[in-house]
């Protein structure tokens, strides 16, 4: 079982910055990617960013330019930066460790409100 723990949620007001960390605890063998997701009200939980252990990284259109996210191996730790945020980024984010075997675990998630 991994145990994903995330922190930085809260509020900010659109155009300002935001970081998310989420730390994975527990038994770590074989995650290849790990990543942020997030889900609006009323919407579908969607890929946000992620990177594998390569360091290869995948963003939504909609973030690209204004997130960043990365990885501290050594600490089992996976960051999203987030600038120039905008209202629509306004959701519950969420830590996603996906493994070689295709299994996906997840933090408790984190809001992220971003004001107008």
């Known amino acids: 079982q991994v145990q994903l723990v995330e922190s930085g949620g809260g509020l900010v007001h659109a155009g300002g910055s935001l970081r998310l960390s989420c730390a994975a605890s527990?038994?770590?063998?074989?995650?290849?990617?790990m990543g942020w997701y997030r889900q609006a009200p009323g919407k579908q939980r969607e890929l946000v960013a992620d990177i594998n252990n390569g360091g290869s990284t995948n963003y939504a259109d909609s973030v690209k330019g204004r997130f960043t996210v990365s990885r501290d191996y050594a600490k089992n730790t996976v960051y999203l930066q987030m600038n120039s945020v905008k209202p629509e980024d306004t959701a519950v984010y969420y830590c996603?460790?996906?493994?070689?075997?295709?299994?996906?675990?997840w933090g408790q998630g984190a809001q992220v409100t971003v004001s107008s």
């Open positions: 996603n460790a996906r493994t070689i075997w295709g299994q996906d675990y």
């Open positions: 527990g038994s770590r063998f074989g995650i290849n990617a």
